[in-house]
C-alpha cells in the first residue's frame, strides 16, 4: 500500500465514521484501513482521529488534513478523467517509424482512405530501417521486421508468410536458373541488412546456410527489390517486399520448394500506459491494410 491510499483510508474513515464502513466502501479489510490511518499518523506524527468504544471523531490536524487530501484526490479523479477524455478523441499528432520500403510500397498508398476516416490526425513518419523500440524512440508506434528485443513491448504482427527468392525473367534468360540452393554461389545476389548467409529448408526437414556473393550489398528493400527488378541480380526477403512484383510476373519466385518461414513485420507499441484513440486508429488501420497478408 502507498501513501495515496493511505489518504483515501483515512477520507474514507472520516466520511463514515466508521473503519468497517470505510473497509466496504473501498473493498479492503477493516485491518488493512486501520493499518493505512495508523501509518499515516506515524508518518505525520500528529493524531488525526480520537477512537474510543463509544465513537470516533476528528482532532483539529486531522479536519485540515481532511479536507486537504479531499482536495488533493479530487484533483486525482479529475486529471484521471481529463487522460480518459483525451485518450478517446481521434485527434493529434501520431509519431511513427517504419522501414522505408513497407512506407513506400504498403503506407504511402493507402493515406488518402486513412485521412477520409480520421481528418484530424496527423502522421509524423519517420523511416528508420530496423528501430523496434518505441520507448527509447519516442515513437507512439514501430513498424518493425524481425525480431523483437524488447519484452517491454507490445506487438501485434501485421505480416507473416514466406522469405522469398526471386529474379527477374531478363536476368534468368540471361544467366539461368539456379535448380537447388547450392546453385546460388555461381550466381550474382543482391544482399540486404540481414546479411549474405540465405538460410533454405530441405526437402527432408532440415536448414541448409548458402553463402552468396553478387554485385551489390545494401540495407534498403527499395533498392534490393529496384535492382532485381533492373535484372540485377537474384536477392532474398520477406515476399511482402516483393508481392506487387510478383502478381505482375516482373519478379519471378525461385526455389520455391526450398522455402523458410519469413520473419514477421510487426506493429509495436509501449506497454503499461492508456493507449489514445488517435494511436489505436492507426493501429487498426495498419492491421486492417494487411490483413489476409499471409503466403
Not at 484501513?33 to 474510543?52: A, F, H, M, P, Y
Not at 504498403?106 to 523511416?127: H, K, M, N, S
Not at 501485434?156 to 522469405?163: A, D, F, M, P, Y
Not at 506497454?271 to 499471409?294: C, E, I, Q, Y
Request: glycine letters at 8%; charged letters at 20%.
Amino acid at each position: 500500500m502507498n501513501k495515496f491510499q493511505d489518504m483515501q483510508c483515512f477520507v474514507a474513515v472520516a466520511e463514515l465514521g466508521s473503519f468497517t464502513g470505510a473497509s466496504r466502501r473501498l473493498n479492503l479489510s477493516t485491518s488493512a484501513v486501520t493499518k493505512c490511518v495508523n501509518r499515516l499518523e506515524d508518518n505525520l506524527g500528529v493524531q488525526l482521529l480520537v477512537r474510543s468504544t463509544r465513537r470516533m471523531h476528528l482532532t483539529n490536524h486531522g479536519i485540515s488534513y481532511c479536507e486537504r487530501c479531499k482536495a488533493i484526490l479530487v484533483d486525482v479523479e479529475d486529471a484521471e478523467d481529463a487522460l480518459l477524455d483525451a485518450s478517446e478523441s481521434t485527434v493529434g499528432n501520431v509519431r511513427i517509424a517504419m522501414p522505408p520500403a513497407f512506407a513506400r510500397k504498403t503506407f504511402i498508398p493507402a493515406l488518402p482512405r486513412f485521412y477520409e476516416l480520421y481528418p484530424d490526425v496527423t502522421i509524423d513518419l519517420q523511416l528508420k530501417g530496423q528501430t523496434s523500440n518505441p520507448i527509447e524512440g519516442g515513437y507512439d508506434l514501430v513498424v518493425h521486421s524481425g525480431r523483437l528485443p524488447d519484452s517491454r513491448l507490445i506487438n501485434r504482427i501485421l505480416v507473416r508468410g514466406s522469405q522469398r527468392t526471386v529474379a527477374s525473367p531478363a536476368y534468368i534468360a540471361r544467366y539461368g536458373l539456379p535448380k537447388v540452393p547450392a546453385d546460388l554461389t555461381g550466381h550474382r545476389c543482391i544482399t540486404g541488412a540481414f546479411g549474405p548467409n540465405w538460410t533454405f529448408r530441405e526437402p527432408s526437414g532440415g536448414d541448409q546456410v548458402v553463402r552468396v556473393t553478387g554485385p551489390l550489398v545494401t540495407d534498403s528493400g527499395d533498392i534490393m527489390r529496384e535492382a532485381a527488378l533492373e535484372g540485377l541480380g537474384i536477392t532474398q526477403a520477406t515476399w511482402w517486399l516483393f508481392r506487387q512484383a510478383l502478381e505482375t510476373g516482373a519478379l519471378v519466385p525461385i526455389l520455391t520448394e526450398y522455402e523458410t518461414e519469413a520473419l514477421p513485420i510487426s506493429i509495436v507499441f509501449p506497454a503499461h500506459r492508456v493507449t489514445p484513440s488517435k494511436v489505436r486508429v492507426v493501429v487498426d488501420f495498419l492491421v486492417d491494410l494487411t490483413r489476409d497478408s499471409t503466403l
